[in-house]
DNA sequence: TTGAAAGCGGTACCAC
DNA sequence: GTGGTACCGCTTTCAA
C-alpha cells in the first residue's frame, strides 16, 4: 500500500498550473459570481484533466457548516421508532459534528408533527427525516419546506403525492404477499384466513392487505380471505373483533396481523383453544411476542427493519444535500421473516428483560400442525 | 435548531480553561510521551467534563494520517464477493480520502490469498479484511499480523482460534435452523430429506447441518434425514450425487442446498420429473436461481446479505483502529429469506440481464404443494 | 515537562 | 475580475 507519491492535487495545485490565484479556482468551482467565464472554464477543464477532488475534511473544518438535520417521529411503538432513530444516529456518527442530527418526538402517528415540523422549519432545518401519519395533514409543510428547499424524507410510512424527497418504507405490497406465500404453504387444508389491520385508510395498511390477497389468491387456491378487521390501533376493539371472527368462522385457519396491535389478537385465539389449528402471522418484533414465536404461538413475524430503514433515510438526505445526489423516488427495505429458529438473531437490539414477558403458558404447541 | 451558541468544546477551551497550552492537551489526550502525569490526569478530568470531543475533520486534515485497509477477497462466486466488496466500499466511502481501501483478488477460496496476504503487510497494511477459506493455512499470517498490531477481520467464513479482532459471518447454525424450519412447516407428509453441502470439514458448512438437523429433530417428527452428499463444489459431482439419491430415495421430499453449488441438484430434480413433489431449498441468490424461485421449482433460498457483512467488517474494523472500540468477537448477521412474493426486493443489484437465463421450462409449478 | 508556532486544504472576505 | 490572506481545530515540531 505504498503511499502515493503523487499527491491527490488540490485547489492549490490547480491553481499553479494555470497561473491564478486558489481564490480564483473556487470561485470557479462554486460558479460563484463576478468570475470570467473564460477563466471559469479553463479552471473547470483544468480540474476536470487533473482529476480533482474537494477535501471535505478541510471543507467541513473551514465553512463549519453544520449540516443541521431535524427528525420528527413519534414515540409511540417505542420499539420500533427507537430503532429508528438509533439507524439515523448511526449512520450520522461517522461524519461528526459537522452533521447535527436533532431528534424531536411527539406521542403517536399524527398526534403533534405539525407543530413541530413548523418549529424545525423555524430554527433553520436544512433537510427533515419524518412519519407522516397523516399525508394530508403534512402535505401543505411538505410543500413549504420544499419551496424553502428544504428536503424532506419520509420513513415508515409514505406522503404520496407530495415533495418529499423519498420515502424508506419496508415495501407493505411485499409485506402482505410474503405473509400471503407462508400461510399458504404451511396450510395444507381448505379453510378460511382472518386479517386484522389498522385501518385502509392508511396507505400502508390497504398495500398489505393487496399484497396479502394477490399472493393467497395465486398459491392458496381453497383458502379464501374472509373478514378484514379494522382496528384502529384499538387493543379492545381488536379483542372483541377477533372473538367475533372465531366465533363466526368455524374452519379458520391463519390470522395476518398486519400492525403491531397483535397482543389482543392472540389473546383472544389463545381463549378459544384453536390455537393448534390456527397459523398466526403478526407484525414487527417486540418483547410480548418473544415467547409467543418461540412457543409456536406465532408462526412467524414480519421485521420491518427500523434500524436499516434510518440508516437509508440518513444515506438519502445525506447525499442529497451534500452530494447533489437525487435518491429514487421510494426506496424499499426487504422485511424479515423472524420465525422460532432465527428469533435470537433480531434480539440483540432488545430490552433485556424480554423473556420475563407472559407468553400465556409455556407448553410449546409444535407439534399441531396444520393440516398435518 | 438554534446554531449552537456555546460552541462544542475544542482542545483549545480545554487549555484555555486549566491555563496550560493546547500542546500539553495534546499530550495528555493521546498519552503522548513527555508529560507530568499530575497535568495529564487534569487535563483528562476537565476533557470529561466538558464533554470534549475531537473534530475528525480537522484531525484528519493536518495529520494526513491514510488509514490504509488491505481487503483480500476470492473473485469466485462473484455474486456474492462483489457485494460483500461492495459493501465495505459504501461503509468506507462516507470518510472519504483519509481512508484508503485497498482491494486484491485471488481466483476463488483458499488459493492464493496466503500470498496476498504477505505481500498486503510488507506494503504497511494498517487493517485487513479476508475470507480464509483455509484457516489452518491462514494462523499462522493471522498471528504475524497481530504481533505487528495489525488487526484482522475475518468475513463470510472465520477462523476460530486464531487472533483475528473479529468474525461477521450469517450465522451458519440459523442459516441451516430456518431451513429446517421451512421444511418442516411445508412438507406435511412423512419421508426423507436430502442435504448438498460443500465438506463437514469446512466449519462454516458443519454448522449449517447442526442447525438443520436441530431444527427438524424438533419440528419434524415425520422427517428424518438421509444421505449428506459433499460436493466438494464440484458440479458433476453435484449432479451425480443428487441422481443416485433421488433414485435410492422414493419418498424424498426435501433437499436443502447448504452451498450456492445447487443448478446441478436443481436439473437432477427436474429431470426426476419429481419437482413437484420435492420442495429444495437452497443457499445464495444468483441468476440462474431467479426463475427457478419465481416458478416455485425453488421454494426459497438463504441469502447470506453480502453487502450487510461488508458493511459490518469495515465498521468493526474502523471503529477499532480509530476509536480503539473492540468488537464483539463474533458477529451474526441475519440470513435473508427470499421466495417468491419477495423476490423482487432482492434483485436491484444483480446484473441486469438476470430474466434471461434458463429456467428449464416456464410452466409455473405452483400446483403441486406438497402433501396438499 | 511545557509553550509557541507552522501548517493541513479549503472558504470567506478583504483590497486591488 | 482577480489576488492575497486570515482563519477552522488539530497534529507536529522545535525551542524554552
Redesign the pocket.
Known sequence: MARDAN??????EI?KAL?????????A??SR????P???AKVLKMAQTMG????L???F?????QLAISVLLPVEIACFFDALRDGIREAATPFGPPVHVEFRSYPRLGEGDVEFFEEALNDGAQGMIIAPGEPTAMKPLIRKAARRNVPVVCVATDAPKTERLTAITACPYTNGAIVGELLCRTIHVPGTLGVVTGSLATEDHADKLEGFRASVQTLGPRLRIATVIQAHDDESLAYSETKALLAATPDLRGIYVSTANSPPVLQAVEESNRAGSIAVITTDLFPALVPLIRSGRVLATVHQRPLAQGRLAFRALYRFLMEGICPVPKIRVAPHIVMSSNLDLFLDRMPLDVEEQAGFGVEPIWSSIIGG
Open positions: 499527491k491527490p492535487t488540490g485547489i492549490k491553481a497561473g491564478v490565484s486558489i481564490g480564483t479556482v473556487d470561485r468551482l462554486h459570481p463576478g468570475i470570467n473564460m477563466t471559469r480533482y477532488q474537494p477535501n475534511a478541510a471543507r473544518l473551514k465553512s463549519q457548516r
